[in-house]
Structure formats: structure tokens, C-alpha cells
């Protein structure tokens, strides 16, 4: 991180409180280079009438630090639409910034960074869909929100991990297009009798975890709880205590008397729930997910400064992928 912002007295103060919150994941070494871009950007945002929304995968610096909002993809999506400000800055993904966009067409929606992709996300196309349409005429095409708008814009309606059960059902089909992911398609799959057409997207950052290493731990730590995310392979799954949303398992942590807790997803989240709950130790196999952390603090203040870096979506690609979002939000979240 470059170093012409300075760690001024007054900074210091005035993180002071936000650093002891969160020293146990910033070295103390770093906090001078860390702390002025903090201070910077959220002076910045309120003098240019910006909301900052954070995915529960972002760093803890930008989660804690700088954030107004935090959740899950589509939560923050929605909470964006209501907030009174017109701008809005995205710290996730490009499809979770489209997927703002489309919920909060008036706004100018801004992302730090256009290269923060998703394996998912770019697993499938618009044109994808259409064949798949074509090739299974009457099938309605249930898609995740991890989709681009135009891939959206294809689909009957949406779904979220958290919801896709209950979606899929509402349809009162025997068959369903279930995209982009095949694990969350089998997790689906052994919830419901309805017959799922799925399509091949992976989540990069979920398929590298094994049930081996699961067997590794509970040897390790006896009292281990395991809480896995859908988009893991099947037998992650089955080796888990729990799966669910991002939601979910925030709020499974929440609930639980375990004191030994593996969650099995994005490592940022460890660090951001361990923040709010200091007396459960949070086993760690590291998987980072590299899209996510193209969201620095340097990057969201110089989109700041620019607002260069907003997303742009064809009027009539929102309007259709905004009636697959509402769809699934009349069914339920
Ligand atoms: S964690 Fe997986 S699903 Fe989420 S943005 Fe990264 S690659 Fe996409």
C-alpha cells in the first residue's frame, strides 16, 4: 500500500478504537500504512454522499473499517436500494455490483476494481442459457445470484443458497435448469424430489476443500463443528455438522455452545465472525478467494476519488433481471 497518506496523531486517535477491534487480524507493525486510508475513505464517502457496501468475504480492514453495510451478495443488493445516498460503492465482486445495480437502477453503483470476477459467475453465458432453453423446451431456468445481469436477465427466476430448496419447490414442477453450480445443484438435489438439470460451474475458492481434511481435524480437535457452504463437493458436505448460506452459518455461529468451529469457506469470514466472537476458536484451513481480495483500501479510495469505475447494464437486461430478483423475493428470502 503506498505511503504518502500519514499516520498523523489525530489518525491514530481516531482509529484507535477500530484497531483494538480488530488487531488480532492487522499486525501492529502495519497499522500506520493501514489506518490513513481508513480515515481517508471515510471522510471521503461522506463528503461525496457514498454508501459503502462489503460482502462478508471482504478483509476485516474494509469489513469493519470502512463499511456501512455488510451480508451476503443479495442482502446487500436490496439494503443498497433503501439507503438515502445515490451512490453506492461495491466492495465484492463485479456480479454482486451488477446485482446492486439492478436492484437500485437510479443509483450510481461503483466498483473498486473491474477485474474482481467469480468462477461461477464466468462459468456460464447468456448464450449458454438460450441453448439450454432451446434444448429442453418448458423447463423453467432457476439460476443463483451469482450470475452475470445477462444471464439473470435469461433466467424464470433466482435463487440464493440459502433459498434454493424453497424456490425450486414453489415452481410445482417435476424439472428444473438449475445454473451455474453443480455442487449447489447436488446439495439441492438431496433436499427435493424435483429432477435438476445443472450446469458445470464450480466456485474456485469452495471445490478446494476435502473431507480428508475435515477427518485431519476432528482427530486434531475432537469437539470440532463443522459448517460447511453448498457450493463445497458432496463429500465435504456429508463430512459437515451443518451447511448453509454465509448467513446461515454467521448465524449458526451465533447460536452454538461449540468452542471449536470450522467453517468451511472463504477465510475472511473466520476473521470477520472471530471478531464478534473472541471465545470460539475458529479452526483455519486458508482458502482465499482471489476476486475478493482485489478489493483493497487503495482501490476503494481511488474509485473514490474517480467514481470512473461504475457499473453500466442495458435498461431492458435490468428490467428482466430484476423480475427473476423480485420473483424470488415475493417466494422468500
Ligand atoms: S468465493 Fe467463489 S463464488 Fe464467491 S466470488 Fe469467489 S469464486 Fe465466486
Redesign the pocket.
Known amino acids: 500500500m503506498s505511503s504518502d497518506l500519514k499516520f498523523t496523531s489525530e489518525i491514530k486517535d481516531k482509529t484507535a478504537e477500530l484497531y483494538k477491534k480488530i488487531e488480532g487480524t492487522i499486525p501492529k507493525i502495519e497499522w500506520p500504512t493501514v489506518a490513513p486510508y481508513i480515515y481517508e475513505i471515510n471522510k471521503l464517502k461522506k463528503e461525496k454522499g457514498v454508501t459503502i457496501l462489503a ?1 462478508n ?1 471482504q478483509a476485516p480492514e474494509i469489513y469493519y473499517g470502512v463499511a456501512d453495510i455488510v451480508g451476503d ?1 443479495l442482502g446487500l443488493a436490496i439494503d443498497g436500494d433503501k439507503v438515502k445516498t445515490d451512490k453506492i460503492l461495491m466492495c ?2 463485479h ?2 455490483a451488477e446485482t446492486a445495480k439492478i436492484m437500485s437502477p437510479e443509483k450510481k453503483v461503483i466498483l473498486p476494481d473491474f477485474s ?6 464466468e462459468s456460464i453465458t447468456a448464450e449458454d442459457v438460450r441453448k439450454l432453453k432451446k434444448d429442453n423446451p418448458g423447463i423453467p431456468v432457476v439460476t443463483y445470484v ?1 450470475t452475470s445481469a445477462d444471464v439473470k436477465a435469461e433466467t424464470d427466476i433466482c435463487c440464493t443458497s440459502a433459498n434454493a430448496v424453497k424456490i425450486i419447490e414453489s415452481l410445482n414442477v417435476d424439472k428444473v435448469i438449475f445454473l451455474p ?1 453443480e455442487y449447489l445443484a447436488k446439495y439441492v438435489a438431496s433436499k427435493t424430489d424435483v429432477k435438476i438439470i445443472s450446469w458445470k460451474g464450480k ?4 471445490e478446494q476443500f476435502t473431507d480428508t481434511e475435515i477427518i485431519e481435524l476432528r482427530k486434531k480437535y475432537p469437539n470440532l463443528k463443522v459448517v460447511s457452504h453448498p ?1 463445497c463437493p458432496p463429500e465435504v458436505i456429508s463430512a459437515s455438522d451443518y451447511t448453509g448460506s454465509t448467513g446461515s452459518m454467521i448465524n449458526y455461529v451465533k447460536n452454538t455452545d461449540a468452542k471449536d468451529i470450522f467453517l468451511v ?2 477465510c475472511s469470514m473466520s476473521d470477520n465472525i472471530q471478531i464478534e466472537n473472541p471465545n470460539i476458536n475458529f479452526v483455519k484451513p486458508c482458502n482465499l ?4 481480495k482485489k478489493i483493497t483500501l487503495h482501490g476503494i479510495l481511488k474509485s473514490l476519488k474517480g467514481e470512473n469505475n461504475y457499473i453500466e447494464i442495458d435498461k431492458k437486461i435490468i428490467q428482466k433481471a430484476r423480475g427473476a430478483i423480485e420473483k424470488m423475493i415475493a417466494v422468500g428470502r
Open positions: 460482502h468475504y451478495s465484492g465482486v456480479f454482486m474482481a470476477g467469480c468462477s461461477l459467475a451469482n453450480d466456485c474456485e475458492v469452495h457450493e469457506t472463504e478467494c482471489p476476486h475478493m
